[in-house]
């Protein structure tokens, strides 16, 4: 019987080394499959993993994005959980310990902490800092707000396979943040959530990465991502959380009418001023991460 199935999208014009640290992250077990989801433009050998007895390699459209490799992936998934890996990331040593012991579970979802390191270097980041907060007010009060509609990645997390199918979620095929919107949907339909402070999962910076590449086209598919992610919360009663402010602000990097084509969009939608009470604090801790990661590693500009 297979408990875990592990999701990995995969997009490279060369290189499959850090693909290959991350399939290399997971035990070689027969109750453990490694779905690896290509989307790359160059396609990858599909023998890379031939000495491995549980990983399949699988092949998307390099037109579609992350969002649609992990629908690939997950219309072949047989495990009873579904456990995401970005290609760059890894698991730690001892994840597969700490999830054998929820593999019973009776939770829709599962959290867990982790860490987060320079790609090249292995060098300490603080990419992982916010989510550990959540983990913590779940730990230290039991409120799950945060964690059910606050926790965008598709990482660090055990989620129920039966839970997915039977709601017919899927991740959004866009240039960015095609996790933002099913990570919601996935804190309303969920009926029972729980967290726990095991580090199972390390998260890399890496130069290039959607995450710190900030075109326009990027921008504007976050944006439209949020707008949708607090039009889904007030359709079931939720108030909207998620400010769309920081990107405006970005936008002016690409010239007075991108701001304006967002700051109306923002504006005509009833969503300039969500979140605002928290933008000073939230601008100034995004602010002090991207100084003390540019600090720590100068190639990232």
């Known amino acids: 019987?297979?408990?875990?199935?592990?999701?990995?999208?995969?997009?490279?014009?060369?290189?499959?080394?850090l693909l290959e640290r991350a399939?290399?992250?997971?035990?070689?077990?027969?109750?453990i499959e490694v779905l690896v989801v290509d989307n790359s433009?160059?396609?990858?050998?599909?023998?890379?993993?031939?000495?491995?007895?549980?990983?399949?390699?699988?092949?998307?459209d390099n037109t579609k994005g992350c969002g649609h490799a992990r629908n690939v992936g997950m219309e072949q998934a047989k495990g009873v959980w579904?456990?995401?890996?970005?290609?760059?990331?890894?698991?730690?040593?001892?994840?597969?310990?700490?999830?054998?012991?929820?593999?019973?579970?009776?939770?829709?979802?599962i959290f867990f902490?982790?860490?987060?390191?320079y790609s090249d270097t292995l060098k300490p980041a603080h990419r992982h800092e916010l989510y550990i907060e959540k983990i913590d007010k779940f730990l230290k009060d039991g409120d799950e707000y945060a964690l059910r509609y606050q926790w965008s990645p598709a990482w660090s997390r055990m989620v129920k396979a039966i839970l997915v199918k039977t709601n017919d979620m899927w991740w959004e095929e866009v240039p960015a943040s095609e996790d933002v919107v099913f990570s919601a949907k996935l804190?309303?339909?969920?009926?029972?959530?729980?967290?726990?402070?095991?580090?199972v999962y390390c998260v890399t910076v890496t130069q290039g990465s959607i995450t710190n590449t900030r075109s326009f086209k990027n921008i504007e598919s976050m944006f439209d991502v949020r707008i949708r992610k607090n039009n889904l919360l007030r359709k079931h009663g939720l108030n909207r959380n998620t400010s769309?402010?920081?990107?405006?602000?970005?936008?002016?990097?690409?010239?007075?009418?991108?701001?304006?084509?967002?700051?109306?969009?923002?504006?005509?939608?009833?969503?300039?001023?969500?979140?605002c009470q928290n933008w000073f604090r939230t601008t100034l801790k995004i602010s002090r991460q991207a100084l003390n990661e540019r600090r720590l590693n100068p190639r990232i500009k």
């Not at 399939?23 to 109750?31: G, H, K, L, Q």
């Open 113 to 117: 902490k982790m860490t987060s390191c």
């Open 1 to 17: 019987m297979i408990y875990f199935s592990v999701i990995i999208p995969h997009f490279t014009k060369s290189d499959t080394s």
């Open 187 to 199: 804190g309303i339909v969920a009926k029972s959530i729980y967290a726990d402070a095991a580090e």
């Open 82 to 109: 579904m456990l995401f890996l970005d290609a760059d990331d890894f698991f730690t040593e001892r994840a597969f310990q700490v999830f054998d012991s929820y593999r019973d579970a009776k939770f829709d979802v």
């Open 23 to 31: 399939v290399a992250s997971v035990p070689d077990r027969e109750d």
């Open 41 to 60: 433009p160059n396609k990858i050998d599909r023998h890379l993993f031939n000495h491995r007895s549980n990983v399949r390699i699988l092949f998307s």
């Open 244 to 275: 769309v402010m920081y990107l405006i602000i970005q936008s002016l990097r690409f010239g007075i009418r991108p701001f304006l084509k967002l700051f109306y969009k923002a504006l005509i939608t009833g969503n300039l001023f969500v979140g």
